[in-house]
């Protein structure tokens, strides 16, 4: 159902009660006091021009598969990306990007899409069944189902076959799943670690509870990772009837990361169009084989060293990963945690999207991003930038959509292209920027990615892979629904009121 035909008149009284409800939340949530933002001070304004090649590799750091590369090696990281197309146009994104701080890329790596659910599961299944020594496993969701079920068994197996495997699952994210589970695996001789338990005696410390754990990753023998936005949970098995998938089915379990739990009056009513509806689940992952494969291998390790998990885990050195280039693509892997001084992963869009010379592409499950990234759409488009959003058309948490949705009429106004998808719940969070910075993760662009979740995403620079990234996003513009000016002012005032009251509290959602 559109927009426009959701906003149709409801009866007055539990409009009423809804409004109210709101109001009450609002006064809520003002009380709490207001979230820190996810970057201080000026934002560094974006590069007049793109620097000499030389000047770029000067200011990055660049590792290969046998280590850190020296200046004129960086020279040659950075030529092979540039090879690819819009040497320009990669030479100013990664000028943007230092702007910023430091900047670490990964080079001779092999990066490849993972379409939905049936691939990127299938993905896993054969990393796994090939894995020599080491299998890392994190995930916000690990849910009680036929494909978590199957996995436990197979990670039994390589365990029993000598393969050391560790776990790490987010215990609010995962808090549905029976301690069985994973008392089964911990009994076959799975290190199993839970992130910031809810039970605060089940802590070796204390954490804020708001902190999860939202990444989602796989590393096997220190070469080979696959992360991005797919949980273990049966809403992925059978995809959103895109490419890669195998029809649709219904949605079981939603995924915003942890949200208030006084919110819950704020959600949608029972057949509201903006409840999640029995559809596929459409998501992406992308599979790393590389130095960034190795990234993430030491990402998994600070997290269990950080949560004092129970075991040890082998150093990326004992993994002894491949000394040839698995491929061709320079990548970065950009973390976050509530930790961060500023947000890296928020920074990297932001100052991408600043930078932009040809096109914005987005695809936002959740999009509650703020008055400075909203500044950076406007502006790029207003430029002549193409600025295109993919955004959900329902969500299983009606609050962030609004609060999304009360930036759609100065965004059109600006030029941005709105598009929502149909038929499927949009899950995935993904971006590719001038064609040549590509980006898939975990993070969401909203706050609670940005302030209060560890994330993770792994950045692919150069033309080749952003093709592949354009290519799917045109796939999904393809089965969305064309926002337009004319007709999002024709919304009514039950739409205008949701979105009025979502974004008094775009912060907290």
Not at 73 to 95: P, V, Y
Not at 130 to 157: F, G, H, P
Not at 452 to 477: I, K, P, S, Y
């Amino acid at each position: 159902m559109s927009p426009v035909a959701a906003s149709t008149p409801a009866r007055p009284g539990p409009r009423l009660g809804a409004m109210l409800a709101g109001l009450g939340l609002s006064v809520a949530l003002v009380a709490c006091g207001t979230p820190r933002p996810p970057v201080n001070g000026l934002l560094p304004e974006p590069p007049a021009a793109a620097p000499a090649l030389t000047r770029v590799a000067a200011q990055v750091d660049v590792v290969g598969p046998r280590g850190p590369l020296n200046q004129a090696r960086r020279e040659q990281a950075l030529q092979s990306a540039a090879s690819q197309g819009k040497a320009e146009l990669l030479k100013r994104q990664i000028a943007a990007m230092s702007s910023f701080g430091d900047v670490d890329l990964y080079a001779g790596n092999e990066a490849r899409l993972l379409i939905d659910g049936p691939a990127t599961f299938a993905a896993m299944f054969d990393a796994i069944g090939k894995s020599r020594r080491q299998i890392l496993l994190e995930s916000y969701i690990i849910e009680d189902a036929e494909v978590s079920r199957r996995l436990a068994d197979l990670l039994l197996q390589r365990r029993a076959q000598g393969v050391q495997v560790a776990i790490i699952y987010d215990a609010v994210g995962s808090l549905g799943t029976q301690d069985a589970y994973f008392d089964r695996m911990r009994q076959g001789g799975v290190a199993v670690c839970a992130f910031n338990p809810v039970n605060p005696l089940k802590r070796t410390r204390y954490h804020k509870i708001t902190h999860r754990d939202h990444r989602k990753m796989l590393v096997v023998d220190g070469e080979t990772a696959i992360t991005g936005g797919i949980n273990i949970s049966a809403v992925y098995s059978s995809g959103s009837g895109g490419i890669g998938s195998r029809g649709s089915r219904k949605a079981a379990k939603p995924d915003p990361g942890p949200r208030p739990a006084s919110s819950a009056s704020a959600a949608s009513a029972p057949g509201d169009a903006t409840s999640a509806p029995d559809r596929g689940w459409r998501d992406t992952m992308v599979q790393v084989r590389g130095p960034a494969a190795q990234a993430l291998h030491t990402l998994f390790r600070e997290t269990w060293t950080q949560q004092q998990c129970e075991g040890a885990i082998m150093a990326a050195a004992e993994v002894q990963p491949a000394a040839r280039a698995a491929g061709q693509q320079l990548m970065r892997v950009v973390p976050s945690t509530p930790n961060d001084t500023e947000n890296r992963i928020y920074t990297l869009l932001l100052g991408s999207i600043r930078a932009a010379q040809r096109s914005v592409y987005l695809t936002m499950a959740y999009f509650a991003p703020g008055k400075d990234m909203v500044d950076a759409l406007c502006d790029a488009a207003s430029r002549g930038v193409d600025v295109q959003l993919i955004l959900p058309s329902q969500s299983d948490f009606a609050p962030v959509m609004h609060a999304g949705r009360s930036h759609y009429e100065r965004m059109l106004k600006a030029g941005v292209k709105i598009h929502e998808l149909q038929d499927a719940v949009l899950h995935a969070k993904t971006a590719v920027i001038d064609g040549v910075v590509s980006t898939v993760g975990s993070s969401n662009m909203d706050w609670r990615s940005f302030v209060f979740n560890n994330e993770v995403n792994a950045v692919v620079l150069g033309e080749d892979f952003g093709d592949a990234m354009t290519r799917m996003f045109q796939r999904d513009v393809a089965a969305s629904q064309t926002i337009t000016l004319p007709r999002w002012e024709q919304r009514g005032l039950v739409q205008r009121g949701k979105e009025f009251f979502s974004s008094l509290f775009e912060q907290w959602w």
